[in-house]
């Protein structure tokens, strides 16, 4: 490698570690109490630093959020070789895993704190776009659905991310759940069945509009 | 009256008028687009006025969305004297129908474009919590539900609000639906049924854990 090359990469890899620390910071704090000295101090560089890799807190966080995201992803990224229902659980098991290992930024994300940043507002949504797109296809829906099939999950999305946001609050760290709450398996499960019920809608005969050329 | 009650009167009412101009704002333009200017010519009087009822645009901001979440609240209240499901099915035709009537500002509040203000957000999940009171009396679950049934109707209000929004950014004003969407009927009918479906999922055995004393 020339030296123009490695410059290039020492200049990725601090970037990415810096993006890292952000990503370890949400699993522990909310996205807007993510501290840009915290991270500079972790990192051993100074707040100066981190700003000549990225201008602004407001890129920083986005990129940071944009790793979030595509660790979510990732991980709940469908298993083709399973069955389609057993794609779908282990997706939501991977899921909840992620939520429990990163709580007080989910639930932060889900009740809304995350603010009106238009980019970070993207970032949301490409994301809740990739895992329909991960839940179509898990259920063999290759090609663009009707319209009410995309809805209904889309809706879902919705639905899972408030039933985690309420059930993550209430559940113990040993995942046994207090009494009257589910458990984490019983949760997966009450995730995955509502999938399911909810699709049952789009077979309801007087749902479908009359089909016009 | 005494004169001091004429004068707390009048200040009432104008207070009250300020607040419905800007609820009439949001049935055109999201919430971030409200410009205190435009409220105050319409009210006939100057921006430094209207500060005079409300000390900063927050305060005023805050207001009109108490009296449309009052507004939501006041036109989905069910009608007692209709059977569990004619209330939930006329509920939700009063929410779509204002929903309809809010369009701009609607859609922007659930892809989350309202912020991160603390006061708005307590607003909203009020107004959530207002909400999940309603249905949950609607079905006659007098008493505090168990936290499945909780869980689920919270959820299911997210899933709603997210259905509404993709729904309404497609349907005509006629209500007839283009071509492989929803008409507003089979639309209410598809979120009724989307209740009882999930609420078919707490009946479950396998879900309910084991009663601990």
């Not at 984490?184 to 789009?202: C, D, G, K, N, Y």
């Amino acid at each position: 490698v020339t030296a123009a090359q490695r410059t290039r990469l020492d200049r990725e890899s601090r970037r990415a570690q810096l993006v890292e620390l952000g990503v370890e910071m949400l699993s522990i704090r909310p996205l807007d109490e993510v501290v840009v000295d915290d991270i500079a101090a972790a990192a051993g560089i100074s707040r100066g630093l981190l700003f000549h890799y990225f201008p602004t807190k407001r890129d920083y966080l986005v990129a940071v959020v944009q790793a979030a995201a595509d660790g979510l992803v990732r991980v709940t990224e469908p298993d083709p070789t399973l069955a389609p229902l057993d794609q779908l659980r282990s997706s939501l098991d991977a899921y909840v895993a992620y939520v429990e290992a990163n709580r007080p930024s989910f639930v932060a994300l889900v009740r809304g704190a995350v603010g009106s940043d238009p980019q970070l507002l993207a970032v949301f949504e490409a994301t809740r776009e990739r895992i329909y797109l991960q839940v179509a296809r898990g259920l063999g829906l290759h090609d663009d659905p009707p319209p009410v099939i995309r809805m209904l999950i889309r809706g879902w999305i919705a639905f899972i991310e408030e039933l985690t946001a309420s059930w993550i609050v209430d559940a113990p760290t040993d995942g046994s759940g207090p009494a009257g709450t589910l458990d984490r398996e019983a949760f997966v499960t009450l995730l995955e069945r509502s999938l399911v019920q909810l699709l049952e809608l789009a077979r309801d005969e007087p749902l479908t509009p009359p089909r016009r050329p």
